[in-house]
């Protein structure tokens, strides 16, 4: 055995070397086992921890009464890769989609995107044993995807992209393109002709609010019919945009929504709810006596009046002790932004939080209402009956009457006699017990149709229209409130103007701060000369 | 005072006044000045403050690749060459005690590099704008970890080569290799980008970033720096027997 210099054999510093390795295999094992023992328990329990100041990445406290109420096992499909579509956009000279394209503009998007679902899922699988899920990346697992899709009678390119849920024999599904927010070249359909554009990150994320809707419209159980008044040229006539975007929304939610015409329908009690959204031309007087009869035994209405078109809802709402003004409200504290008149309404305050529809929304989410009347809550009423404010204007706002010209069908405001209307009120839920009815009577009084303009309503991330739809929808067909403000993806941006951030940023950033390290090198290396 | 501290303080003196530790210090705090000023901030209007934040914190992660390098390769090389090493490790100190000792001031010098970018967010409030401050605490804990990471990598690095410029190399290549590795294997390897994709680095500080302080992250980043600093200490204690 030979002796080398400090007196260490061979085997002494072979021991020392198995002994350092050991240690250290020893030391990755370790690391390796409490980062996997952690991961492990995060998915038990939530180990994040969210910092932001509006909560931005927490779970609602409705998300979570949501998933809780699910009775029946829901599972959950979600499937990404590259499809058809996507192929198509990538083609090269030969016809075959070139990979590069792929794995540089659709791959790390898509990876995104699916990351976002992911996690919603992996946290929403958290809180109730009811659901469960699988995430499936195409191009990794094609397998796993034809497995998948065989067991729910799918061809595999008719899952990917999209979220599948499934209850029993309901299913839903809500494609990954519909929970990315703004343009999104390349996700659009190709253009024939155009020149190929690749998609862009999105600037916010609807991954929760649009698996939310899919999830509480899966878990509704059976669902309630809704009316809309159709045949008076109103905001949302059948084939319009709106009427189209009100009923999908609807549906997603678990409602179903049907157009009605008041004199052709037999019977008004077949609907959990009826709709009346601002009829241009004015209710015939049947059509009236209709909706108070239905009112009456029981009925529940939601009645919007815009201030544009002349209404007479008086015999409907005049047993609450309610009045329509004729008039438009101008509150310039209120405003949306870009406006310079005050008749556009939107803004995080207009509700009064004494009711389960807008407490869970006040102060924490916008709403748009546009050219909205007031209403008034006089002190006569009928006997049973019960008023709460919803929304309301600010105490410095006007009321500028208006005048229509039925015939025309136009109006006009009378800026001349503008007056202070002080604490307006936008919208009341009135309810009111009758004697000989089962059930009470339920009705959202509102003084706009612009709250359930189709743009608010596919604008979950940045409005409050669509959770206060759906808690009005709730309260009138009595079902377990869901949305108490959906998750916002989308933060309250955060602004600093340039030009004002621009100059001491210089100053202190670029040239202070190099300046002040320059200067104590140059003292360190002065001293320690000089020493 | 304990045995560490008075080597952790010795070597952070050491640090300090060093007139190349500042020189670097300047440089890196023109470059992330500079970049923050006219690539982060948009040329006009209005910026958000969140996504400046998000962008200022990814680059002063990439700094630290180039950065942490050339702090840590002092560490054990310089002993090595100047043969003071050797007095070292026959001070009645243990191993552990050196590496957390020189680990401790390197890390703290790292630290100083990112301190500027809170300091970026105090001038956007007194600017007007209302930055949100418990992402830019999350950022800060985020930097801290990747530091400590990043850090603890460099001091391995400096205690298995034998001269200051195969440290920064090596440890240049280690710490590029462990930001960027989970982003360069090729998309089609998805297993070993499912591996590495668990531990990027790069990835737990964007989230951060965002406002989203992660135990799991926090567990990787401590996990890691522990696991480097023992791999420096044993290659310490092999070179000691060796």
């Not at chain 1, 157009?259 to 329908?265: A, I, P, V, Y």
């Not at chain 1, 077949?270 to 007087?285: D, G, R």
Request: aromatic residues 8%.
């Amino acid at each position: 055995m030979g002796m080398k210099p400090g007196g260490m054999t061979k085997a002494w510093r072979t021991g020392v070397f198995a002994n350092v390795v050991l240690i250290c295999a020893l030391g990755v094992f370790v690391a390796i086992g409490s980062v996997t023992l952690v991961r492990k328990l995060s998915w038990r329990h939530d180990l994040r921890f969210d910092m932001t100041a509006e909560r931005t990445y927490s779970m609602s406290d409705g998300d979570r009464s949501m998933l809780r109420a699910l009775e029946a096992p829901v599972s959950v499909v979600f499937a990404w890769g590259f499809d058809r579509d996507i192929l198509q956009r990538v083609l090269d000279a030969q016809g075959a989609p070139r990979a590069d394209l792929l794995a540089q503009h659709y791959r790390p998007l898509m990876e995104d995107a699916a990351r976002r679902v992911h996690r919603v899922l992996e946290e929403w699988s958290h809180v109730t044993p009811q659901l469960t899920y699988s995430v499936i990346d195409a191009d990794s697992a094609p397998r796993e995807l034809e497995l998948e899709a065989r067991r729910l009678g799918r061809h595999p390119e008719e899952l990917l992209n999209k979220v599948l849920l499934v209850q029993g024999t309901r299913r839903r599904e809500v494609p990954l393109s519909r929970m990315m927010r703004d343009v999104q070249w390349g996700f659009f359909p190709a253009m024939p002709g155009a020149s190929p554009r690749f998609p862009q990150p999105p600037s916010s994320w609807g991954m929760s609010a649009e698996l939310g809707s899919a999830v509480r419209a899966l878990g509704s159980g059976s669902m309630p019919l809704v009316g809309v008044v159709v045949g008076h040229d109103g905001l949302m006539e059948p084939g319009s945009r709106a009427f189209a975007d009100l009923g999908g929304f609807l549906q997603s939610e678990g409602y179903e929504c049907r157009g009605l015409e008041l004199m052709r329908t037999e019977d008004l009690r077949q609907f959990a709810c009826i709709i009346v959204p601002a009829p241009k031309k004015l209710l015939a007087a049947r059509e009236t006596e209709l909706l108070r009869d239905y009112e009456q035994t029981g009925g529940r209405l939601l009645l919007c009046a815009d201030p544009r078109f002349a209404e007479d809802y008086a015999r409907i709402i005049e047993p609450f002790g309610v009045t329509l003004t004729a008039a438009v409200i101008d509150d310039r504290r209120l405003r949306e932004p870009s406006r310079e008149s005050g008749v556009d309404l939107q803004s995080m305050s207009f509700c009064v939080g004494q009711h389960p529809v807008d407490a869970p929304l006040k102060d924490r989410v916008a709403l748009y209402l546009g050219p909205t009347r007031p209403l008034v809550l006089r002190a006569e009423h009928a006997p049973a009956v019960e008023r709460v404010a919803l929304l309301r204007a600010s105490a410095d706002a006007d009321a500028i009457p208006v005048t229509h010209d039925s015939s025309r069908g136009t109006y006009s405001a009378m800026e001349g006699k503008r007056e202070k209307a002080p604490q307006a009120l936008l919208a009341a839920a009135l309810r009111r017990t009758h004697a000989g009815s089962p059930r009470e009577s339920r009705t959202i009084l509102l003084g706009g149709g612009g709250a359930f303009a189709p743009d608010e309503l596919a604008l979950p991330t940045h409005f409050g229209n669509r959770d206060f739809l759906l808690n009005c929808m709730t309260w009138l067909c009595e079902r377990p409130f869901s949305t108490q403000a959906t998750l916002r993806e989308e933060s309250r941006p955060r602004l600093v103007s340039v030009g004002a951030f621009a100059e001491p940023m210089r100053w202190i950033g670029v040239i202070g701060l190099p300046l002040l390290a320059f200067a104590i090198a140059a003292s360190v290396f002065f001293a320690r000369r000089s020493t | 005072m304990s045995r560490v501290a008075i080597l952790f303080r010795r070597e952070l003196m050491a640090q300090l006044t060093a007139p190349g530790t500042w020189v670097l210090l300047g440089l890196s705090w023109l470059w992330l000045g500079a970049l923050f000023r006219w690539q982060v901030m948009p040329s006009a209007g209005h910026g958000d403050l969140q996504f400046m934040l998000w962008q200022g914190t990814l680059h002063a992660v990439n700094m630290q690749i180039l950065f942490v390098p050339l702090i840590t390769m002092r560490c054990l090389a310089e002993e090595k060459r100047s043969g003071t090493i050797e007095m070292l490790v026959t001070a009645p100190l243990a191993d552990h005690e050196i590496i957390i000792a020189k680990f401790g001031a390197a890390w703290f010098v790292d630290t100083l590099l990112w301190c500027v970018l809170p300091l970026y967010m105090l001038v956007a409030r007194q600017a007007g704008g209302d930055p949100d401050w418990g992402p830019v605490l999350a950022a800060c804990f985020a930097l801290l970890g990747a530091g400590a990471v990043l850090t603890a990598i460099g001091v391995f690095a400096s205690s298995i080569a034998t001269n200051q410029l195969l440290a920064a190399f090596v440890g240049l290549l280690l710490t590029f290799g462990f930001l960027y590795a989970p982003r360069l294997v090729p998309p089609d390897w998805s297993f070993t980008q499912g591996i590495l994709s668990s531990g990027d680095l790069l990835k737990q500080v964007e989230e951060s970033a965002r406002g989203i302080v992660d135990l799991v992250a926090v567990t990787f980043q401590v996990s890691m720096c522990a696991l480097f600093l023992l791999f420096a200490t044993r290659s310490l204690e092999a070179r000691k027997w060796a």
